[in-house]
C-alpha cells in the first residue's frame, strides 16, 4: 500500500511563496507520474501541475511562470515551489501518483491561503 505525506502548507500573504513536498512510501515502485492538483471551496479539483518519469511537465495556465514543479526520484518526492501567491491560489492541494506497482494514491491534502 502506498501512503503519500504533504506538507509545506499555511498561510501567506500576497505575492509571498510557499513550498510544498510530498513523499510517497510503502510499495510505490517506478512512479511515472506525480501531480499536483487543488480544491477551492464550491469548485472542482483541478490540475495544478504534473511530471512524468520521463520529464514531461505541465502546468494549469492560472500557475504557469509563477509555480515549479520537481521531483526526487531518489526520495519518491515532488516539490510545488509557488511564487507571487494571488488570493485566488487559496485551496486544498493535494498530491497524487501513479505507479507500475502499488497503482494510483492521493495524499491527505494541505490547505494553502493566500491573505493579507
Known amino acids: 500500500q502506498v501512503q503519500l505525506v504533504e506538507s509545506g502548507g499555511g498561510l501567506v500573504q500576497p505575492g509571498g511563496s510557499l513550498r510544498l513536498s510530498c513523499a510517497a512510501s510503502g510499495s510505490a515502485v517506478n512512479i511515472y507520474y506525480m501531480g499536483w492538483y487543488r480544491q477551492a471551496p464550491g469548485k472542482q479539483r483541478e490540475l495544478v501541475s504534473s511530471?512524468?518519469?520521463?520529464?514531461?511537465?505541465a502546468y494549469a495556465e492560472s500557475v504557469k511562470g509563477r509555480f515549479t514543479i520537481s521531483r526526487d526520484n531518489a526520495k519518491n518526492t515532488v516539490y510545488l515551489q509557488m511564487n507571487s501567491l494571488k488570493p485566488e491560489d487559496t485551496a486544498v492541494y493535494y498530491c497524487n501518483i501513479e505507479a507500475v506497482v502499488g497503482g494510483s494514491a492521493w495524499g491527505q491534502g494541505t490547505q494553502v491561503t493566500v491573505s493579507s
Open positions: 511530471i512524468t518519469s520521463g520529464g514531461r511537465i
